[in-house]
C-alpha cells in the first residue's frame, strides 16, 4: 500500500507486510539546521575554489595542479596514472593488470597506450575526475599521441580549470562567481 502525504517536506509512506517505514527527504532536515558540515574533500576542487600549490617563482612552473597526468614506460609495460598534489597517486591503469594484459597482443605498443587510455579515462570518470593537467608532449610519439586522444575521446579533460581567486571586499558587486560557469 502506498500513500503519499505532503507537509512542509515530501515524504513517502509505504508497507512491507508488517513493517511499516517512513522516508523523508532532506528538505525538512535543512531547515533546521544551522551549521552544514560537507565530507567531501575534494568538493573544493571541483567548484574550483581550493588552493593550487603555487611554490615560489624560481620552482619548475609544473607544480600548479589538483590533479596531474603522468605515464611511466618500460621495456614491457605502459603504466599510466592521475597524480594528486597533496595525496599522490589517485587512479591507475596498467598492461601489468591480468584483465587487460589478457586482452592485448602486445604489452608496450599503440594499441596497449590507446587502451590505457580508455580504461584510465573511464576509472577517472566513475570516480569523478573529469580534468586533469597534462604535461605530455605527443607530437613525435605516436603512442602518446594514441593515449591522449583515447582519453580526449572517452571525456576526459586534459586542462584543468583555472582557479578562482578570492576577490577583495571591494569586489563585492563582481559579476564572476566561482559557482558560474565561464566556458
Given amino acids: 500500500m502506498n500513500?503519499?502525504?505532503?507537509?512542509?517536506?515530501?515524504?513517502?509512506?509505504y508497507q512491507l507486510g508488517n513493517v511499516r517505514r517512513h522516508v523523508q527527504s532532506n528538505a525538512s532536515l535543512l531547515e533546521n539546521c544551522s551549521e552544514l558540515n560537507n565530507r567531501n574533500p575534494r568538493n573544493l576542487e571541483f567548484m574550483r575554489i581550493a588552493r593550487k600549490p603555487e611554490g615560489?617563482?624560481?620552482?619548475?612552473?609544473?607544480?600548479?595542479?589538483?590533479?596531474?597526468?603522468?605515464?611511466?614506460?618500460?621495456?614491457?609495460?605502459?603504466?599510466?596514472?592521475?597524480?594528486?598534489?597533496?595525496?599522490?597517486?589517485?587512479?591507475?591503469?596498467?598492461?601489468r593488470e591480468w584483465a587487460l594484459k589478457k586482452q592485448l597482443f602486445k604489452t608496450h605498443d599503440v594499441a596497449a597506450f590507446a587502451n590505457i587510455g580508455k580504461l584510465l579515462a573511464q576509472r577517472c570518470l566513475e570516480c569523478g575526475i573529469t580534468s586533469v593537467r597534462c604535461d605530455i608532449d605527443a607530437t613525435n610519439s605516436t603512442?602518446?599521441?594514441?593515449?591522449?586522444?583515447?582519453?580526449?575521446?572517452?571525456?576526459?579533460?586534459?586542462?584543468?580549470?583555472?582557479?578562482?581567486?578570492?576577490?577583495?571586499?571591494?569586489?563585492?558587486?563582481?559579476?564572476?562567481?566561482?559557482?558560474?560557469?565561464q566556458e
Fill in 3 to 13: 500513500t503519499l502525504s505532503r507537509g512542509s517536506s515530501f515524504a513517502l509512506k
Fill in 56 to 95: 615560489y617563482h624560481l620552482n619548475d612552473p609544473g607544480n600548479e595542479y589538483w590533479n596531474k597526468l603522468y605515464v611511466e614506460s618500460s621495456n614491457k609495460h605502459v603504466e599510466a596514472g592521475i597524480r594528486h598534489f597533496k595525496n599522490g597517486p589517485v587512479i591507475t591503469a596498467s598492461t
Fill in 143 to 181: 603512442r602518446y599521441t594514441a593515449l591522449l586522444s583515447a582519453l580526449k575521446e572517452n571525456g576526459l579533460e586534459l586542462e584543468e580549470p583555472t582557479q578562482y581567486k578570492h576577490a577583495n571586499s571591494w569586489d563585492a558587486l563582481r559579476m564572476l562567481k566561482p559557482w558560474t560557469v
